[in-house]
């Protein structure tokens, strides 16, 4: 949960001026901004740690899996045209 002035800067969601001004303090506000990223970090790392490993996991094994697919196709294509039925006469 974002608490305003805590471990973040809540603004309305139609509210472009108002998002506007706290991007522009966090870019003059050194300390505000530490301050935010500071408090934001445990909470960050406690809900969504885990699901980053999951995804990262998850990521992990289908590039594994089209690695295996991809190597598949490319010896199945240099059989297939080693083959002599498909050598020119």
Excluded: F, W
């Excluded at 974002?2 to 108002?18: P, S, W, Y």
């Excluded at 408090?39 to 990521?59: F, M, W």
């Excluded at 199945?76 to 002599?84: D, F, G």
């Amino acid at each position: 949960m974002i608490e305003n002035g805590v471990n973040g800067i809540l603004v309305k969601a139609d509210n472009l001026r108002e998002l506007a001004n706290a991007i522009l303090l966090l870019l003059d506000d050194d300390a505000l901004r530490r301050k935010l990223a500071a408090n934001a970090r445990p909470v960050l790392i406690s809900r969504y740690y885990h699901g980053r490993i999951t995804l990262k996991k998850a990521l992990m094994q289908s590039i594994s899996a089209l690695d295996v697919e991809r190597q598949r196709l490319l010896c199945s294509t240099v059989k297939n045209s080693k083959s002599p039925s498909n050598q020119k006469i």
